[in-house]
């Protein structure tokens, strides 16, 4: 027992690390000459578990968005193996980096481990509010749990994303991975997460929703 609280305990000093070596890392690389800054909050989906950091969705957005002009920097600040309470506790770490726009992926783990929906419910309404209050503007990622979790669980579940994102008027991706869960062509092989060419289909479902943020904040910086 001793050994496996060292172990813990090792494990969370670990992430606390991590979190403000990327807090960091990312202000030295934002420049002056950006418009504005995104942050993608999220899990290993966001992290892009198994590949190149600059194959996962986050630098492919941020890609997008330079090829259409728009000088926007995107910061992954993905943690794999999260879940929603892990996002929650370190959401204010994250505002330190003074994000323009959020794009918020959380819950996946929650599902994988069969965590009550009324604590993702609970933690991503805490979030939304902390990121309102900020006035950051907020792309939350839906989710879906698989079947075998039970027809009442998934169907709680997916109601969370929708209920939430009209609460605090965050801009929806109703399904974080259409067209890329379930399909092995786009997905490595723990069939879980998705290959480079699965993170261009889930860049194509975040680029026109980024572009609706970015629509805000500039509607909110006019004189």
């Known amino acids: 027992m001793r050994s496996m609280g060292r172990t813990l305990i090792r494990g969370v000093l670990a992430a606390v690390l991590a979190v403000a070596l990327l807090h960091g890392v990312c ?11 995104i942050v993608a909050l999220g899990d290993s989906l966001t992290a892009g578990l198994g590949l ?20 926007w920097k995107v910061i992954n600040a993905g943690i794999s ?6 996002a929650r506790a370190r959401l204010a770490w994250v505002l330190g980096l003074k994000p323009d726009v959020m794009v918020l992926e959380t819950g996946a783990n929650d599902g994988m481990r069969g965590v009550p929906p009324q604590v993702l419910q609970a933690n991503l309404d805490a979030m939304l509010s902390t990121l309102a209050a900020q006035r950051v503007t907020t792309v939350l990622a ?9 027809p009442a669980y998934t169907a709680a579940f997916a109601r969370v994303y929708p209920e939430l994102a009209q609460k605090h008027r965050a801009i929806l991706i109703p399904f974080f991975l259409e067209g890329v869960a379930a399909n092995q062509a786009l997905n490595q092989a ?21 572009l ?9 910086r006019r004189p």
Not at 190 to 205: C, F, K, Q, S, W
Not at 213 to 220: G, L, M
């Open 142 to 150: 839906g989710m879906q749990m698989l079947r075998n979790m039970g």
């Open 27 to 37: 202000r030295a690389q934002a420049s002056a000459a950006d418009e504005g800054l």
């Open 190 to 210: 723990d069939g879980i997460h998705p290959t480079a060419e699965g993170y261009r289909v889930v860049t194509d479902l975040v680029y026109p929703r980024v």
């Open 81 to 86: 193996g999260e879940t929603s309470s892990g």
């Open 212 to 220: 609706d943020a970015i629509a805000r904040v500039r509607a909110t």
């Open 52 to 71: 190149d950091e600059r194959d996962a969705w986050p630098a492919q957005l941020e890609r997008r968005l330079r090829a259409a002009g728009l000088r």
